[in-house]
């Protein structure tokens, strides 16, 4: 099982940047597609960005293309999102997550997501 701890976050003016991290505090990523969604009060959670396991391809929501890159540190065992040229729309609580499954990462299906970051709040100014 892996646990995920998402420290970062903050609040950044429009046009800014800010790098979130998740860390695995416990288990390791190797076993997992691992991806990004965010939420705000009253939406469901949204996917933002993912990491497929086997291929490492890479897929953005159309809301991110161009503006957010994910990445990860094998050494580190961490999972970042980059996000340049914010938005106020941008606005949410962002959470990392984990499952074994691709299909899971989407906004359709994150609630079959099985590992969660407790998220963190990203605030965009105007």
């Known amino acids: 099982q892996v646990q995920l701890a998402e420290p970062g976050g903050g609040l950044v003016q429009t046009g800014g940047s800010l790098r979130l991290s998740c860390v695995a505090s416990?288990?390791?990523?190797?076993?997992?597609?691992l991806g990004w969604f965010r939420q705000t009060p009253g939406k469901e959670r949204e996917f933002v960005a993912g990491?497929?396991?086997?291929?490492?391809?890479?897929v953005y929501a159309d809301s991110a293309k161009g503006r957010f890159t994910i990445s990860r540190d094998y050494d580190k065992n961490t999972l970042y999102l980059q996000m340049n040229q914010l938005k106020p729309e941008d606005t949410a609580v962002y959470y990392c997550?984990?499952?074994?499954?691709?299909?899971?990462?989407?906004?359709?299906?994150?609630?079959?997501?099985?590992?969660w970051g407790q998220g963190t709040q990203v605030t965009v100014s105007s």
């Open positions: 990491w497929h396991l086997g291929t490492s391809t890479i």
């Open positions: 416990t288990g390791t990523f190797n076993y997992y597609h």
């Open positions: 997550a984990a499952d074994r499954k691709w299909a899971s990462m989407s906004t359709e299906t994150a609630s079959a997501v099985n590992h």
